[in-house]
């Protein structure tokens, strides 16, 4: 699987080139361009012809380029794989797949990618990310998560899930009276499925958004909510929620200070003959040293990643001025 830094990932409607462009010069870690939901059923067709057109003229620079496509019970995703895929596949990241409800869904998606890009002679592979947006997505975890080898993520997907699943929701992504009369975290079951179902098999996961894009504090809580059960990221429908969003599903300063002392510590007491150790009244021992250790690696990979981003933009910069 590709390594890729995904802590916010920006939905725009493959309908509106001017938006696209935003998202492409964006504090985005991934734009996503959408062929499904944030576009009119009279739209669909003729948008394919714009996420080409986006694909192979605009700059994302260090941003993941993924393309949503219709969900497969509807009559459009087939046609939407075939003429993105032949029109840009050069400059395509990911294929998100909506509503994967089983095996057969992702392995069908995969089959499809592998014919086109056999026929066109794309090189490199295509991966795909699955949303878990229905009962059934729900129930056949395990099974999609290990589906494909190009598998990279799975997303959770909020609004679809609550009609899936009869759950009366009256504002995606944000907690509302149904939240009080429960009396607990509605959504702990799928969400936390996805995670645990995502680290068992080495993939991403991301929280799906929130639909009220200019209320700040909603958007803080989930996501820090997100980031307590172990989501990589959030999605994004506004370019506002960007900085929010890539600074909550980063570690802190302090964190990564305090991973680099439980290691020290742990080895100290290692090299002195002990296990475990005590420090300002709290035990120190090999699993507080995997939690540092994961810390200090998501860390180190967010910094690998931003200097290898920073490298792309100065090169970017270069050449238009050198124009």
């Not at 995703?77 to 029109?87: K, M």
């Not at 990241?93 to 794309?122: C, H, N, W, Y």
């Amino acid at each position: 699987m590709a390594t890729r830094l995904e802590r916010s990932m920006l939905f725009v409607p493959a309908s509106r080139p001017e938006m696209v462009a935003k998202a492409a010069r964006s504090a985005a870690d991934a734009v996503c361009l959408d062929l499904e939901d944030a576009v009119a059923p009279e739209q669909k067709e003729v948008s394919r012809a714009l996420v080409v057109q986006a694909l192979t003229t605009l700059d994302f620079g260090h941003r993941t380029r993924i393309v949503r496509v219709n969900a497969l019970d509807t009559m459009h995703p087939y046609r939407d794989i075939i003429e993105v895929v032949e029109g840009a596949g050069q400059h395509l990241d990911i294929i998100m797949l909506p509503k994967a409800s089983g095996t057969a869904d992702v392995q069908f998606v995969d089959r499809l990618l592998t014919q086109v890009e056999a026929r066109t002679g794309i090189a490199g592979r295509i991966g795909i990310e699955a949303q878990i947006e229905t009962a059934l997505g729900f129930v056949h975890l395990r099974e999609i998560a290990t589906a494909s080898p190009r598998l990279e993520g799975l997303v959770f997907g909020m609004g679809d899930y609550a009609a899936s699943m009869h759950m009366p929701l009256a504002n995606i992504g944000v907690e509302d009276e149904h939240d009080a009369a429960y009396g607990a975290h509605r959504w702990h079951a799928v969400m936390h499925g996805i995670v645990a179902a995502a680290r068992a098999h080495g993939l991403r996961c991301m929280d799906g958004p929130i639909a009220s894009y200019n209320d700040a504090t909603a958007l803080a809580r989930a996501c820090r909510v997100a980031r307590a059960m172990g989501f990589d990221g959030k999605q994004c429908i506004h370019p506002a929620q960007l900085a929010t969003v890539n600074t909550a599903f980063s570690p802190t300063p302090q964190e990564v200070a305090q991973a680099r002392e439980v290691v020290a510590r742990y080895d100290a007491s290692v090299s002195a003959g002990r296990g475990a150790v005590g420090a300002e009244g709290i035990m120190i021992d090999a699993a507080n040293l995997r939690m540092a250790r994961v810390t200090l690696r998501a860390a180190e990979e967010q910094r690998a990643v931003e200097e290898e981003r920073a490298v792309v933009e100065r090169r970017a910069v270069e050449r238009e001025s050198a124009k």
